[in-house]
């Protein structure tokens, strides 16, 4: 009897010692696990969240669009601007003549958009009220944009134009005395010339609104000059005479607009030799399609130069 006793105990204590193992490894696991919940629970209490979608002020002015708000200011021109097809001047919106379409709108403002009779609508229309066809304001004239251009940039390489300088400027009309510089809507027409759409240039895009345009002032430069005062005109100093641009004027690496091309001083009679005037040429020397060139010597008539009722000696 007292031998079965023993042999049972003997048995039990290997089954008894596994039990104990597994009790420990089993309390072990739920410690590591409440452990990693507290500390998986804390992480996700100081994670950043995501902002709630900021309301629209209600203070904007809805009837103006600002090309400088944070919003469009962060959007590709392409959003609201596209090319024609045929790359013409007009402007186009989802393959058809037009301004920015509804969608262009919509995407942001579709709040507003659903209203009746929101200002909103005035941006590109007239006559909205009760009007279920309002009809479309002209594209609008540079604003909020500047106008970039650089002359020296566009007269080496492929970016000179086979006819250089009169590819952009020409004399406005058979008497005028200025040359023309593009500008409105129109001046793409020169531009698109080159920068076709999809135009690339050293691996930059070159045909989008954003290689000439971005955000500032924009002032016209001015055909007018003190050279025409004393009745010069560029009518009588062309290719005719024998002339090019570049014989009076030079590119400099300037950025301001009206620095980027220099124009000979309009002096005759008391210019300096070591800036260009028009004695540079008029100096009865230089001869132009095989005549002498008049100067200082053969000046017989004042008024040949100087003319008006406003001219003092």
Known sequence: MRHSVVKREAEAGPIGARRWRAVLVFGL???????????HSYAVALAPTEPEPAAQDQNIDFSKFRHDSDKHRSLA?????QRASDNSVQPSYDGRASL??????????????????????????????NNPNPPVKDFPSLQSFNAKFTHAQHDTGAARPPSRCAACHTTMGRRSAAMSIPAHLNAHAQCYTCHKPDAQANGR????????HELGGYARTPTSARSYAV?????????????????????????AQRQQVTQPRPLQHFGSSRAQTCMTCHNDQRRFNGKTVFGEANFKDCARCHKGTTFRM
């Open 100 to 129: 920015p379409g509804h969608k262009a709108c919509t995407d942001c403002h579709l709040p507003q958009f659903v209203q009746a009779n929101i200002p909103m609508c005035y941006i590109c229309h007239t006559n909205v009220e």
């Open 205 to 212: 895009d070159i045909g989008s609104c954003a290689t000439c």
């Open 77 to 81: 021109c392409s959003a609201c601007h």
């Open 231 to 255: 009745s010069f005109s560029h009518a009588t100093h062309g290719r005719r005479q024998g002339l090019n641009c570049v014989d009076c004027h030079k590119l400099t690496n300037a950025t």
């Open 29 to 39: 696991a739920c410690a590591l696990f409440c452990v990693w919940s507290v500390a």
